[in-house]
């Protein structure tokens, strides 16, 4: 991955509607968005120059949008097209893509219900999201000290970027003690997720993952749970404790970044990805490669 920096780079951003030229691609520093979180955005990836699963980042991202009160102003398929096109005029075939929705500058104060919603679409070049090497032996992730919230005092179920504060301050104290990322617990001290990817556990040829009723249920937790199945593993949706995480055999974590990523330790527990982690690795590999090239 390039190391210049995102305002600098060259390419074209697809922003309310048209193609500008990247370095252009600017907000006022007024903006609702950025002094109170009002923003919501996906992470896709395109393989082979398709989308994966492109449809239904454009449903999130504007579910999440109205979650947070406000209205995208165009439609899934708009979203869809401009994506495609983001790809297309930034000569792109496998991206990762950065839809982002928030409110305007029109009004300053925690009520905006007179501003703008803009929209902007990016992509860039993002190989692997852990180093490769690493990724294969197994990643190694602390514990969170912050928990994901009550979904009863924040909108758990949107993709919204004030969600995140939390994540990047126990991203960020992970990699200081040098770990890849962190496992967070939710408001009553069960297993939740990591920073940015949803986690599963194998035990005795089954899979357990936590119940995604406090934090984002993602496209590629979906996914897996769906490959699993077909492949004739059985899939416990659950409420795991952190006294259970000694307990199993393999763990890795999911997610359109992380894809699927095998976890070797979380803080004193260790784990050795398996066949079944390796498995799942290579179908969510061959699930994402557009239909035509998978043929």
């Not at 929705?101 to 929209?119: F, K």
């Not at 928990?147 to 970027?161: L, V, W």
């Not at 496209?219 to 000694?246: S, W």
């Not at 999911?254 to 982690?277: C, D, F, H, K, L």
Request: hydrophobic residues 40%; proline residues 5%.
């Amino acid at each position: 991955m390039s190391a210049t920096p995102f305002d600098q780079r060259d390419g074209w951003i697809w922003y309310d509607g048209q193609l500008v030229p990247w370095k252009e691609a600017q907000l006022h520093v007024l903006s609702h968005g950025l002094h109170y979180g009002s923003s919501v955005f996906e992470g896709e990836r395109a393989y082979g120059g398709e989308i994966f699963k492109s449809t239904e980042h454009s449903e999130r991202l504007k579910k999440s949008a109205e979650i947070l009160d406000f209205e995208i102003p165009y439609s899934v398929a708009e979203i869809d097209a401009a994506k495609r096109l983001v790809l297309e005029k930034n000569g792109m075939t496998d991206a990762y893509l950065r839809p982002v929705a928030w409110r305007g500058s029109e009004m300053m104060g925690v009520a905006a219900q007179a501003n703008r919603i803009h929209l902007a679409i990016a992509a860039w070049e993002w190989p692997s999201y852990f180093d490769p090497a690493q990724k294969m032996k197994g990643i190694r992730i602390d514990m969170a000290e912050y928990r994901r919230p009550d979904p009863a005092t924040a909108p758990s179920a949107a993709k919204a970027a004030g969600l995140y504060m939390i994540c990047t301050i126990s991203k960020h104290k992970a990699e200081r003690k040098g770990y890849a990322d962190a496992l967070m617990l939710d408001w009553q001290g069960r297993v939740a997720e990591c920073t940015g990817a949803n986690v599963f556990f194998i035990r005795d040829g089954v899979v357990h993952t936590p119940i995604a009723d406090c934090f984002l249920d993602g496209i590629t937790r979906r996914t897996v749970i769906d490959l699993a199945k077909r492949r004739g593993f059985e899939v416990a949706e659950r409420r795991i404790m952190p006294d259970e995480l000694p307990s199993f055999n393999e763990c890795f974590i999911t997610g359109t970044a992380a894809e699927v990523t095998p976890v070797s330790e979380i803080g004193p527990y260790r784990y050795q990805p398996g066949n079944m982690t390796k498995v799942l690795m290579d179908d969510y590999s061959a699930e994402v490669q557009p239909k035509s090239r998978a043929a």
